[in-house]
């Protein structure tokens, strides 16, 4: 093997960041060109608003396919919390309270698929699978497939109309995620247990780690990040759409992959999820901006991501492991 | 006087049809570097298993630190203080070494990981005394074989581990990254830590070892002190070697060779200088009604002339088959060419498990069974039976699934998958690997039998009996290239094959070899 | 050995005597029996048909996925890719090419859209999840913009007569879709036990390296399921649209789940090696009666997709307890 080259974990992840800021740069740069309107404050501000639910999501997501696991269900989650919310303020509680409790049908939902993936060892992409679909029905029952619209309270919208300073509270709470995630990751305990199961299992078992109390808390923290999530579109939205969050899960998955996330685990970052993300709201944004059909972008979703497994796993060879 | 760290009585495991380990009594003291070795199959691996909880015992008595010690998983044995460092190593490349090390021992509070500092203290300076030249923020990903043991053993050190248990740790390093270990093994007795170290490579034992215990066929031989043997063999080494080599043959007699003269004609199969990532310039000719034996320790480079002929990996140099120059770039057209494979690993690279006998037979060539261009269940269940009745395999019929036979008979499966493809040089790796007494005889006959009619059989094999009693020419591999080629015979000395594998015969012999 | 009987001995991959198998039918049993009896509406010709209209086009692109999945791969895309296809049969139909050339222009698109997937996975040695969720993106997006492109949501209008022939046309009282549909499902179940093809599936799904070793060439045959399901999904596609007398591009959303669940229930494991397509049908049958029986029951839509939510894994579970008692 040879001596080894003095390059740290932390410089080699770096590089493939820097290639994706790089790109996300690009992009930015070609779309300024291209259109009037692209670098405004309000665009941009439009562009941060509608990743806040994939970055917030991904958080969790991210931490989730590091240990080599994946949740499938978050969209399902999603238009759950976003009803939950939106029912229970229709009861006349205090709004913080509703949101808290939409958060938390998130979680019940991580509960179930932490039963089923880790007690019950049903593999990961079916039994998340499972979820998505017995969620999604069950909150067409509940909401009778019709959108929560009347009876909400006045400050339903509280998460982004509330604001300290020019700043809504939801963009707030997207950043005490970003934080408490990235804290997580670099140095935390469930962060490295993440890395060590993903990457090699056996390893971790042998050193002592419970690999399956770190997967249940995996998947209650994406539920219960999804639920959040749910809750800030609902906010957003001003209603309660049971039809939100199809295909959501694929676009947190492309998120976290772009980042360079590999599906077997044991490599990946928050900070190249959020990258990820951004660098698919604005192509879409850019496009849309440009007047192409949004169809469009469904199909460059696509490419994108094959690319960005392509990338991944050519990079991984050159390093020769 | 050293005290006792582990006392064995009387230790015995049996596996159905199988006895790993018989009688086995000895006892291992505390700081010294203990040396096992013994042939593949003389029961050293499942001795460990069983000591570190991977196995339980059958009967007999094993203390640890004078308490009776019987683990029931390899976690137990670990919090009372048992190190193994497997030839897999168990490091997490993506983590840094420092995370390595700590790696489920930190300290934490609200779940972020607070470091200890006295126990941090502890591992850099283990780790530094080791190998002053890896950095704590390296990723081990990025680090060398040697390197990624070396913080095995920081680990295995810091979380004061009694005992480390080395298996085969040289295999995969180079001769510099040897003598680095065994100064860090010099290291561990001045911290009082126990080693047990097992090896093929016999020098070894006389460059580092305290102690040797020498295994032969489940039983323990002979314990003794290093220097004591080495005193009473002069002082040489090669002589001691030779010693050793005595206690762990035991008497090796080829009374089932029979001779065979194999008929001159052209080679039916040839490598000349060829070279690949492991192999180093390998040449040799099979010729037909030949059996060719390939001998050496783990990793002298059997399988990787299998995977070479077979058109697993990229050479460098000529094959040549039937007298034709030939480049293979996958299994199917080795096979076309009329080589077929028996592999190593029976259950993972040799039988499909989930399927039946009839199915693994024919998976190698299913012209014999088709009718119109479809599979006809009459041929194949003639087929299987056939085979089931000529090979002797013994089940409820072909119908039944492979993963539930024995070892044996899973391996004349395998076997009768080859024979169905009806080719003319079989290539078998470890064939009757984990076999018992009764069906090793049952294949090799198989084997001598293929001969007989014609097929060139080339037979890769760890264990010394099976290649004296099957193969007619004998090729001795030591680090990937070819040290001899000796014809069998009745003077067939099995010390000297072994001095050669083992490289333990002196500079001159070496030399002669080439 | 002992005489044991032959259900706890045998676990043949290939078997029609499968464990899971025997159980799936009783299930099914229980399923129409229950429904006879809740309701007269149950065993009606009509209903039959309707049940049998239904599950085909899973079963159509079913029979490929199921030896597909066997050989331990699985495709995601299927549904766009057959609303992409269907929209382009529309097009080329309104365009002047005759429908019945168009219909297998359709298929061929399918394969075309199949390779992509087989070179992805086989060459470029990426994941199937992968792949195939790529390629379900771009098919999605390619029939939206192929609806748009020619001018509006779905191409609805300047179809030849003959174009709802397909999708409505029948041989005697048997509709021609489901006659397909049973050809199709009687070529897989022959490949699947009767051929050296099938067997390379088996192989390559349970014991990759041992394939390998023994020769069989994986990727050539992976890659020629993937354009298999690929063809046979553009087939569905054109029916699809047929039926419906539109080019709608949304239409396929969560056909790949179906699809998947009937195999699954089937008793064909996520992991390669075991498996049938008589299975498939078995699955697909049982999730069809039960959403027609409790349509007909007037029990809510959405219930049906929770229930599918547990039947997926219910069966994961059952095959896995199976595995295990038969061990």
Redesign the interface.
């Given at each position: 093997?040879?001596?080894?080259?003095?390059?740290?974990?932390?410089v080699?992840v770096n590089s493939q960041l820097l290639v994706l800021i790089g790109i996300l740069a690009f992009i930015c740069l070609v779309f300024t060109f291209t259109t009037q309107s692209f670098l405004t404050v309000e665009n941009l501000g439009n562009l941060v608003r509608s990743s806040a639910f994939v970055i917030v999501t991904g958080a969790g997501v991210t931490l989730l396919m590091i240990s080599g696991n994946i949740d499938l269900s978050v969209g399902s989650v999603l238009a759950l919390a976003s009803c939950v919310y939106a029912f229970a303020a229709k009861t006349g509680m205090p709004v913080e309270l509703a949101a808290l409790l939409g958060a938390l049908s998130g979680l019940a939902v991580g509960v179930i698929n932490a039963l089923t993936a880790v007690r019950w060892k049903v593999t990961p992409f079916i039994a998340t699978l499972g979820t998505m679909y017995a969620v999604r029905g069950f909150v067409l029952i509940i909401s009778d497939a019709k959108t929560v619209r009347g009876g909400l309270p006045p400050n339903f919208t509280f998460l982004d109309m509330t604001h300290l300073g020019p700043i809504p509270l939801a963009f707030f709470i997207v950043l005490v995620v970003i934080l408490v995630f990235y804290?997580?990751e670099k140095?935390?305990?469930?962060g490295?247990y993440s890395?060590?199961i993903?990457?090699?299992k056996?390893?971790?078992v042998?050193?002592?780690?419970n690999a399956d109390a770190v997967l249940i808390k995996l998947y209650l923290i994406v539920g219960f990040l999804a639920g959040l999530s749910g809750v800030m579109m609902c906010s957003r939205l001003a209603v309660g759409d049971q039809n939100v969050g199809v295909r959501f899960e694929f676009d947190v998955i492309i998120a976290v992959i772009l980042g360079g996330t590999s599906l077997a685990g044991?490599?990946g970052s928050i900070i190249g999820m959020i990258v990820g993300a951004l660098i698919v709201q604005v192509i879409g944004n850019g496009l849309n901006m440009l007047n192409v059909l949004s169809f469009w972008q469904s199909v460059i979703k696509g490419v994108l991501l094959v690319l960005a497994v392509v990338l991944n796993q050519a990079l991984v060879r050159t390093k020769g492991? | 006087m050293a005290e006792t760290l582990i006392e064995i009585q009387g230790l015995t495991k049996n596996f159905p049809g199988v006895m790993a380990l018989r009688d086995v009594s000895f006892s291992i003291a505390r700081n010294t570097v203990h040396c096992i070795v013994g042939e593949n199959g003389a029961g050293k691996s499942t001795l460990i298993k069983i000591l570190t909880g991977a196995q339980r015992k059958t009967s007999g008595s094993v203390t640890y630190n004078g308490k009776d010690w019987d683990p029931r998983s390899?976690?137990e044995a670990?919090k009372a203080g048992m190190s193994v460092l497997f030839q897999?190593l168990?490091?997490?490349?993506?983590?840094?070494v420092e995370?390595n090390l700590t790696?489920?021992?930190?300290k934490?509070r609200f779940?972020?990981?607070r470091r200890n500092e006295a126990q941090f203290a502890l591992t850099v300076e283990a780790l530094r005394s080791l190998d002053p030249?890896?950095?704590l923020?390296?990723?081990v990903?990025?680090?060398?074989?040697?390197?990624r043991q070396v913080i095995e053993i920081a680990k295995a050190i810091s979380s004061n581990s009694d005992l480390i248990v080395m298996d085969e740790p040289t295999a995969a390093i180079s001769d510099e990254e040897v003598k680095r270990l065994f100064a860090i093994i010099r290291q561990l007795h001045e911290r009082n830590v126990t080693v047990i170290y097992i090896t093929h490579r016999l020098t070894e034992i006389f460059d580092i070892g305290d102690i040797v215990t020498v295994l032969r066929d489940g039983q323990m031989i002979e314990t003794r002190s290093v220097r004591e043997l080495s005193a009473s063999c002069s002082d040489d080494e090669v002589e001691a070697c030779s010693e050793l080599i005595r206690m762990m043959l035991g008497k090796v007699v080829a009374e089932r060779y029979v001779p065979r003269e194999p008929p001159s004609g052209d080679p039916i199969l040839e490598f000349s200088n060829v070279s690949s990532a492991k192999l180093k310039d390998v040449s040799f000719e099979l010729r037909r009604g030949e059996i060719l034996g390939f001998y050496g320790l783990v990793g002298a480079g059997k399988t990787e002339i299998a995977r070479a002929i077979?058109g697993l990996d990229a050479i460098t140099g000529t094959m040549r088959v039937k007298g034709r120059p030939r480049v293979f770039k996958?299994?199917?057209a080795?096979?076309?060419a009329g080589i077929a494979?028996v592999?190593e690993e029976r259950r993972?690279?040799?039988?499909?498990?989930?399927?039946?006998i009839r199915?693994n037979i024919?998976?190698?060539?299913?012209k014999p069974i088709?009718r119109f261009?479809?599979?006809s269940?009459v041929k194949e269940r003639q087929l299987a039976r056939s085979f089931i009745e000529r090979v002797r395999i013994a089940?409820?019929g072909e119908?039944?699934?492979v993963a539930?036979l024995s070892g044996g008979n899973q391996q004349k499966v395998v076997l009768s998958?080859c024979l169905n493809?009806a080719s003319s040089i079989l290539l078998l790796d470890e064939p009757t690997r984990g076999i018992d007494v009764g069906a090793k005889e049952e294949i090799h006959s198989l084997i001598r039998q293929l001969a007989d009619g014609g097929a060139g059989i080339i037979v890769f094999s760890s264990e010394l009996p099976e290649i004296l009693n099957l193969c007619d020419r004998i090729v001795l591999l030591y680090n990937g290239s070819v040290r001899k080629t000796l014809k069998n015979g009745a003077e067939m000395d099995s010390h000297l094959i072994m001095q050669i594998v083992t490289d333990s015969t002196g500079s001159d012999a070496r030399a002669q070899a080439g | 050995?002992t005489d044991r009987p032959a259900l706890a001995?045998?676990?043949?991959?290939s078997a029609n005597l499968d464990p899971q198998k025997i159980i799936m039918v009783g299930i099914l049993m229980l399923i129409v029996v229950a429904f006879t009896m809740a309701t007269p509406k149950f065993l009606t010709y009509v209903n039959l048909v309707n049940v049998f209209m239904n599950i085909a086009l899973i079963l159509l692109t079913g029979s490929a996925a199921t030896l597909l999945m066997i050989a331990g791969n699985f495709d995601l895309s299927v549904g766009s890719v057959v609303a992409f296809t269907g929209v382009m049969h529309a097009l080329m139909s309104k365009y002047g090419v005759p429908t019945n050339i168009s219909i297998l222009l359709a298929a061929l698109i399918g394969s075309l859209c199949g390779l992509i997937n087989g070179t992805l996975v086989t060459r470029l040695k990426i994941t199937p999840v992968i792949a195939t969720l790529g390629m379900m993106y771009v098919a999605r997006g390619g029939a939206f913009l192929v609806a748009r492109a020619d001018g509006g949501a779905n191409i609805a209008s300047g179809l030849p007569p003959d174009f709802q022939a397909l999708g409505r046309a029948t041989v005697g009282p048997v509709p021609i879709p489901l006659l397909l549909v049973a050809l199709i499902v009687v070529i897989f179940a022959?490949i699947q036990?009767?051929?050296?093809f099938g067997?390379?599936a088996?192989?390559i799904g349970?014991?990759p390296?041992?394939?390998?070793?023994?020769?069989?060439?994986s990727s050539r045959v992976v890659t020629i399921l993937y354009v298999i399901t690929g063809l046979l999904t553009g087939l569905s596609g054109a029916i699809f649209v047929s039926r419906i007398g539109t080019g709608v591009p949304r239409i396929g959303n969560g056909f790949e789940f179906d699809v998947i669940i009937a195999i699954v229930l089937g008793g064909t494991s996520i992991y390669g090696?075991?498996g049938s397509v008589t299975g498939t049908v078995i699955g697909a049958l049982i999730v069809g009666f039960v959403a027609n029986g409790l349509n007909l029951l007037d029990v809510q839509a959405f219930y049906q997709t929770v229930i599918k939510g547990f039947i997926l894994v219910a069966a994961i579970l059952l095959n896995r307890v199976i595995k295990e008692k038969v061990e």
């Amino acid at each position: 093997m040879g001596a080894a080259m003095a390059k740290s974990g932390r410089v080699q992840v770096n590089s493939q960041l820097l290639v994706l800021i790089g790109i996300l740069a690009f992009i930015c740069l070609v779309f300024t060109f291209t259109t009037q309107s692209f670098l405004t404050v309000e665009n941009l501000g439009n562009l941060v608003r509608s990743s806040a639910f994939v970055i917030v999501t991904g958080a969790g997501v991210t931490l989730l396919m590091i240990s080599g696991n994946i949740d499938l269900s978050v969209g399902s989650v999603l238009a759950l919390a976003s009803c939950v919310y939106a029912f229970a303020a229709k009861t006349g509680m205090p709004v913080e309270l509703a949101a808290l409790l939409g958060a938390l049908s998130g979680l019940a939902v991580g509960v179930i698929n932490a039963l089923t993936a880790v007690r019950w060892k049903v593999t990961p992409f079916i039994a998340t699978l499972g979820t998505m679909y017995a969620v999604r029905g069950f909150v067409l029952i509940i909401s009778d497939a019709k959108t929560v619209r009347g009876g909400l309270p006045p400050n339903f919208t509280f998460l982004d109309m509330t604001h300290l300073g020019p700043i809504p509270l939801a963009f707030f709470i997207v950043l005490v995620v970003i934080l408490v995630f990235y804290a997580i990751e670099k140095k935390a305990l469930l962060g490295k247990y993440s890395f060590a199961i993903g990457g090699n299992k056996t390893a971790a078992v042998l050193s002592g780690i419970n690999a399956d109390a770190v997967l249940i808390k995996l998947y209650l923290i994406v539920g219960f990040l999804a639920g959040l999530s749910g809750v800030m579109m609902c906010s957003r939205l001003a209603v309660g759409d049971q039809n939100v969050g199809v295909r959501f899960e694929f676009d947190v998955i492309i998120a976290v992959i772009l980042g360079g996330t590999s599906l077997a685990g044991g490599k990946g970052s928050i900070i190249g999820m959020i990258v990820g993300a951004l660098i698919v709201q604005v192509i879409g944004n850019g496009l849309n901006m440009l007047n192409v059909l949004s169809f469009w972008q469904s199909v460059i979703k696509g490419v994108l991501l094959v690319l960005a497994v392509v990338l991944n796993q050519a990079l991984v060879r050159t390093k020769g492991r | 006087m050293a005290e006792t760290l582990i006392e064995i009585q009387g230790l015995t495991k049996n596996f159905p049809g199988v006895m790993a380990l018989r009688d086995v009594s000895f006892s291992i003291a505390r700081n010294t570097v203990h040396c096992i070795v013994g042939e593949n199959g003389a029961g050293k691996s499942t001795l460990i298993k069983i000591l570190t909880g991977a196995q339980r015992k059958t009967s007999g008595s094993v203390t640890y630190n004078g308490k009776d010690w019987d683990p029931r998983s390899t976690g137990e044995a670990m919090k009372a203080g048992m190190s193994v460092l497997f030839q897999e190593l168990n490091v997490v490349d993506q983590l840094t070494v420092e995370q390595n090390l700590t790696l489920g021992k930190e300290k934490s509070r609200f779940g972020f990981e607070r470091r200890n500092e006295a126990q941090f203290a502890l591992t850099v300076e283990a780790l530094r005394s080791l190998d002053p030249g890896i950095g704590l923020q390296e990723r081990v990903g990025n680090l060398s074989v040697a390197q990624r043991q070396v913080i095995e053993i920081a680990k295995a050190i810091s979380s004061n581990s009694d005992l480390i248990v080395m298996d085969e740790p040289t295999a995969a390093i180079s001769d510099e990254e040897v003598k680095r270990l065994f100064a860090i093994i010099r290291q561990l007795h001045e911290r009082n830590v126990t080693v047990i170290y097992i090896t093929h490579r016999l020098t070894e034992i006389f460059d580092i070892g305290d102690i040797v215990t020498v295994l032969r066929d489940g039983q323990m031989i002979e314990t003794r002190s290093v220097r004591e043997l080495s005193a009473s063999c002069s002082d040489d080494e090669v002589e001691a070697c030779s010693e050793l080599i005595r206690m762990m043959l035991g008497k090796v007699v080829a009374e089932r060779y029979v001779p065979r003269e194999p008929p001159s004609g052209d080679p039916i199969l040839e490598f000349s200088n060829v070279s690949s990532a492991k192999l180093k310039d390998v040449s040799f000719e099979l010729r037909r009604g030949e059996i060719l034996g390939f001998y050496g320790l783990v990793g002298a480079g059997k399988t990787e002339i299998a995977r070479a002929i077979y058109g697993l990996d990229a050479i460098t140099g000529t094959m040549r088959v039937k007298g034709r120059p030939r480049v293979f770039k996958n299994p199917r057209a080795a096979i076309s060419a009329g080589i077929a494979m028996v592999p190593e690993e029976r259950r993972t690279e040799g039988l499909l498990t989930k399927l039946t006998i009839r199915e693994n037979i024919t998976i190698m060539d299913m012209k014999p069974i088709k009718r119109f261009g479809f599979l006809s269940r009459v041929k194949e269940r003639q087929l299987a039976r056939s085979f089931i009745e000529r090979v002797r395999i013994a089940t409820t019929g072909e119908e039944q699934n492979v993963a539930k036979l024995s070892g044996g008979n899973q391996q004349k499966v395998v076997l009768s998958k080859c024979l169905n493809a009806a080719s003319s040089i079989l290539l078998l790796d470890e064939p009757t690997r984990g076999i018992d007494v009764g069906a090793k005889e049952e294949i090799h006959s198989l084997i001598r039998q293929l001969a007989d009619g014609g097929a060139g059989i080339i037979v890769f094999s760890s264990e010394l009996p099976e290649i004296l009693n099957l193969c007619d020419r004998i090729v001795l591999l030591y680090n990937g290239s070819v040290r001899k080629t000796l014809k069998n015979g009745a003077e067939m000395d099995s010390h000297l094959i072994m001095q050669i594998v083992t490289d333990s015969t002196g500079s001159d012999a070496r030399a002669q070899a080439g | 050995m002992t005489d044991r009987p032959a259900l706890a001995l045998r676990t043949r991959s290939s078997a029609n005597l499968d464990p899971q198998k025997i159980i799936m039918v009783g299930i099914l049993m229980l399923i129409v029996v229950a429904f006879t009896m809740a309701t007269p509406k149950f065993l009606t010709y009509v209903n039959l048909v309707n049940v049998f209209m239904n599950i085909a086009l899973i079963l159509l692109t079913g029979s490929a996925a199921t030896l597909l999945m066997i050989a331990g791969n699985f495709d995601l895309s299927v549904g766009s890719v057959v609303a992409f296809t269907g929209v382009m049969h529309a097009l080329m139909s309104k365009y002047g090419v005759p429908t019945n050339i168009s219909i297998l222009l359709a298929a061929l698109i399918g394969s075309l859209c199949g390779l992509i997937n087989g070179t992805l996975v086989t060459r470029l040695k990426i994941t199937p999840v992968i792949a195939t969720l790529g390629m379900m993106y771009v098919a999605r997006g390619g029939a939206f913009l192929v609806a748009r492109a020619d001018g509006g949501a779905n191409i609805a209008s300047g179809l030849p007569p003959d174009f709802q022939a397909l999708g409505r046309a029948t041989v005697g009282p048997v509709p021609i879709p489901l006659l397909l549909v049973a050809l199709i499902v009687v070529i897989f179940a022959v490949i699947q036990n009767r051929t050296s093809f099938g067997r390379y599936a088996y192989a390559i799904g349970g014991n990759p390296v041992c394939a390998a070793l023994s020769g069989v060439r994986s990727s050539r045959v992976v890659t020629i399921l993937y354009v298999i399901t690929g063809l046979l999904t553009g087939l569905s596609g054109a029916i699809f649209v047929s039926r419906i007398g539109t080019g709608v591009p949304r239409i396929g959303n969560g056909f790949e789940f179906d699809v998947i669940i009937a195999i699954v229930l089937g008793g064909t494991s996520i992991y390669g090696g075991i498996g049938s397509v008589t299975g498939t049908v078995i699955g697909a049958l049982i999730v069809g009666f039960v959403a027609n029986g409790l349509n007909l029951l007037d029990v809510q839509a959405f219930y049906q997709t929770v229930i599918k939510g547990f039947i997926l894994v219910a069966a994961i579970l059952l095959n896995r307890v199976i595995k295990e008692k038969v061990e």
